[in-house]
Nanobody
Framework: QVQVVESGGGLVQAGGSLTLSCAAS????????MGWYRQAPGKQRELVAG???????NYTDSVKGRFTISRDNAKNTVYLQMSSLKPEDTAVYYC???????????????WGPGTQVTVSS
């Protein structure tokens, strides 16, 4: 079983910056794609950014140019640097990890519990 835990959320004023971190832990696994999703009150969860093991990235249009996703494969960690934050970025941010478990011989998809990001106007 692969556990995922996010950190780094908080309250920030509009125009400010925050960096989220997400670490995956467990035994005998490899990670393919790591991603950040968010869910605002009353809205569906949406993909914010994703990054493959080779470093290929993708972003939802609303965050392009403001958010940067990166990963440290040695630490099984993914980061989301957020700048020029807007009130509409307020949401619970979730980390998602897709990979392969050598322990079970199956692919897995794990979610973190989420971290709140609140941007005040």
């Amino acid at each position: 079983q692969v556990q995922v835990v996010e950190s780094g959320g908080g309250l920030v004023q509009a125009g400010g910056s925050l960096t989220l971190s997400c670490a995956a832990s467990g035994s005998k696994f490899s990670i393919n794609v790591m991603g950040w999703y968010r869910q605002a009150p009353g809205k569906q969860r949406e993909l914010v950014a994703g990054i493959t093991s080779g470093g290929r990235t993708n972003y939802t249009d609303s965050v392009k140019g403001r958010f940067t996703i990166s990963r440290d494969n040695a630490k099984n960690t993914v980061y989301l640097q957020m700048s020029s934050l807007k009130p509409e970025d307020t949401a619970v941010y979730y980390c998602n990890v897709d990979g392969w478990s050598f322990s079970s011989g199956n692919s897995f998809r794990s979610w973190g519990p989420g971290t709140q990001v609140t941007v005040s106007s």
